[in-house]
């Protein structure tokens, strides 16, 4: 049976669960295994790193060079005699070798990854385990026809021609078909395995080739046999364990009256080096060896296809070094190497053998968590990470504390697919900022909405601040114990009222938009005017008017000197109180010092606008004097009785008692929420149960009928 060899097509059809890929067959080696440098990457718990190989042996007719076939073989294992854990099984029988066939099924390691072997005829669509059920190799076909002994097939080769190919660059030896002896080798294939000639004049092919001694016997035997030449992948061993890949290229010959194959050996160890490199380098970012997102692309639909068999979940979790490119500059790249090396570590010291860490950007990881029984164990998996990072890292003498968020997507519900389970990480990651730093979150689909709802508003900022349509205004700060009026806190706010942007996420957006220095200024002005319009026809008092600001817009070059003249004794300004926000960049602590002192011999006094109470520590340890604590709504957004909510104030209010700090709470809304902070000693508070915000108009009206301190 002659086929057009142009229309066949040798296939692998790899399936895992729901996951199926087919591949075709078109090289000299092929690698299976855990590993992600293997050409086929199995990422499952019963595959071995370096499972197996699929070798083809391609037969070309010496009589007729379009007559040719490739045979494939399936070993077990590498080339270096190492054998899978699990094992491979042809057809349900466990082997070691074994020529495939069309319709084969083969199992790696067990029950759960399987493939099929076959042969398809592109121009007549079929395949040949249904098409030729008994399909044999046409080489097969003859072997039973041939005669060993018969010479007349073979050419004839002497020493002479032997002589010229001391000239070329290939290894070049003859094996003696009836003995598989090596009867004569030239000089730089010994200088290729380090030996002498006379150390392998002798030696049989199987003590050289690495190949599986099934494949070299099934080899020879169709050359003995066939007027055909072969060429195949292997490794040859040279002297003291040294490897290296070839190219075995034989052809049957007739030399000294004896029948043999002349062999040449080409060197392709580059080659190969090289596209193991590349396989690696399109897998793993080079910098810290963690695997690419085209890594975790592989690993996630072999683990989702396999997850369909199972009842566990798998987890994608998304983290986030905050901070980074702040790090990165201040500190020598050394450092930041090592920094990063020990945060891999303390990453990894968690993760189980079948988890993997993968790097998508300098600052982002993402970790795909398997057999996941529940949010309880993941929520296990991150404090522990979270516990190990409280710990300063020391390197070079830099005690080095580093902040994480986390986003979290379980897989089924929360996406079926890499795309949704990555987009609803970055949605998670987003959102855990809202909760302050060092903080994670599940994905709901409350979280997808607010999500949405934000980038509308973002949408909007962009075209606020080209057309400067912000608007300052006013919530009262009332003592509970004395009813006074202690001043009030300036809002950032927009011109069109929009209930779901806070002024965190204004004053965030104007400083991506690089406008924070300009509001800054403006709203500073702004105050001024609004006080002076209050104070008219009216005895002046002394009322603090406190200001969020960034503390990254503070530090920018010239602010600091702006602000100092615009509060100049000469203007008039009343008491103002920056209240400084800390958002995600770290700062050196003397530029701070530095520059926070320079305002700080003005009237101007500072507060801490403070998402967490561990987050004010970190600052008072700064030795930075700061005059008013002030918490995030968010802190009292869920406050009962007896909550953890309840414990986390007191513990502010003790703690700003000790440091001599007035302790503000924002966000009071209910009576309820007043009663409970009044009881565990709170007695500054602004919320809408005071008084909405006030524009400025109406602050005149509020004074008039408020008790003023």
């Known amino acids: 049976m002659k086929i057009n060899q142009n229309y066949i097509k040798h296939i692998l059809a790899v399936e895992c669960g729901s996951w199926k890929k087919t591949f075709f067959l078109d090289k000299d080696n092929y690698s299976i295994g855990r590993n992600s440098t ?197 490794i040859h061993k040279g002297k003291n364990k040294k490897l290296i890949n070839v190219l ?70 998304k983290i986030k070094i905050n901070q980074w490119e702040n790090i990165s500059n201040y500190f020598s790249q050394e450092t930041v190497s090592k920094l990063l090396e020990n945060f891999i570590l303390i990453i990894k010291k968690s993760l189980s053998s079948i988890d993997c860490l993968c790097q998508i950007s300098a600052n982002e990881y993402i970790i795909l968590k398997e057999e996941v029984i529940n949010e309880s164990q993941v929520n296990t998996f991150i404090e522990q990470i979270l516990n190990d990072l409280r710990q300063p890292i020391v390197i070079n003498g830099n005690s080095i504390i580093l902040n994480i968020n986390f986003g979290v997507a379980i897989h089924p519900q929360d996406g079926q697919n890499l795309h949704e389970l990555i987009k609803n990480t970055n949605i998670t990651l987003e959102s855990s900022y809202d909760y302050g730093s060092s903080n994670y979150l599940f994905f709901t689909e409350n979280i997808a909405k607010s999500i949405t709802i934000k980038n509308k508003n973002i949408m909007l900022m962009s075209n606020v601040i080209s057309n400067n349509r912000f608007i300052l205004k006013y919530y009262p700060i009332i003592s509970t114990k004395t009813e006074i009026l202690k001043g009030f806190n300036a809002t950032i706010s927009l011109l069109e009222e929009n209930k779901e942007l806070q002024e965190l996420d204004i004053l965030l957006k104007v400083k991506e938009s690089n406008y924070d220095q300009d509001l800054l200024l403006w709203s500073l002005e702004q105050i001024l005017k609004d006080y002076n319009s209050w104070m008219k026809d009216r005895q002046t008092f002394d009322i603090k008017i406190g200001l969020k600001v960034l503390l990254s817009t503070l530090m920018k070059d010239n602010v600091i000197d702006k602000v100092s003249e615009l509060i100049a004794p000469e203007n008039q300004f009343p008491c103002i109180e920056l209240e400084i926000v800390l958002d995600n960049s770290i700062v050196e602590e003397n530029l701070v010092l530095e520059r926070l002192n320079i305002l700080s ?86 919320g809408l149960f005071f008084s909405p915000a006030l524009e400025s108009e109406k602050v005149p009206y509020f004074l008039e009928k408020s008790r003023v301190e």
């Not at 073989?73 to 854990?85: E, H, I, N, V």
């Not at 494949?215 to 055909?228: F, G, H, R, Y």
């Not at 075995?248 to 490199?277: G, R, T």
């Not at 060896?289 to 683990?303: F, I, R, V, Y």
């Open 38 to 234: 293997n050409t086929f990457f199995c990422h499952h718990r019963v595959i071995s790193r370096n499972h197996a190989h699929i070798i083809r042996v391609n037969y070309q007719s010496l009589v007729d060079s379009e007559q040719s076939e490739n045979v494939f073989w399936l070993m077990d294992g590498d080339f270096f005699g190492r054998k899978s854990t699990n094992g491979i099984y042809v057809n349900g029988k466990k082997c070691f070798c074994a020529k495939l066939n069309p319709g084969d099924i083969i199992f790696f390691g067990g029950i759960d990854v399987k493939a099929k072997y076959d042969i398809v005829n592109l121009q007549s669509k079929t395949f040949f385990s249904i098409a030729f059920p008994e399909y044999k190799s046409i080489f097969e076909e003859e072997i039973k026809e041939s005669d060993i002994s018969d010479l007349s097939i073979f050419s004839t080769f002497t020493d002479e021609n032997f002589s010229i190919l001391e000239l070329i660059s290939q290894g070049v030896f003859i094996v003696n078909l009836e003995s598989s002896e090596i009867v004569k080798v030239n000089q730089n294939y010994c200088e290729m395995l380090g030996y002498s000639t006379s150390e392998i004049i002798g030696l049989k092919l199987q003590d050289l080739d690495c190949c599986e001694k099934e494949i070299i016997k099934q080899d020879l035997s169709i050359l003995a046999k066939n007027t055909v030449k072969s060429c195949r992948y292997s």
């Open 601 to 686: 011999n003005s009237s101007l006094n500072y507060g801490l606008f403070s998402p967490d109470i561990q987050t004010f520590f970190a600052f008072m340890r700064e030795k930075i004097k700061v005059n008013t604590l002030k918490t995030s709504p968010r802190l009292i957004k869920n406050l009962e009785g007896n909550s953890g909510e309840e414990k986390l104030i007191s513990c502010g209010v003790d703690l700003a008692q000790f440091l001599n700090v007035n302790l503000v709470i924002e966000g009071v809304s209910t009576e309820n929420q007043k009663d409970i902070l009044s009881s565990i000693g709170c007695d500054g508070m602004q």
């Open 248 to 317: 075995v290229k034989s052809v049957p010959i007739n030399y000294q009256e004896q029948k043999c194959i002349l062999v040449s050996v080409e060197n392709n160890s580059n080659l190969q080096k090289l596209e193991d490199a590349l396989r690696y380098q399109s897998s793993h970012d080079l910098s810290t060896n963690l695997g690419n997102k085209n890594l975790l692309e592989k690993q996630l639909a072999w683990s989702l296809g396999f997850n369909s068999l199972k009842e566990s979940n798998i987890a994608l979790i």
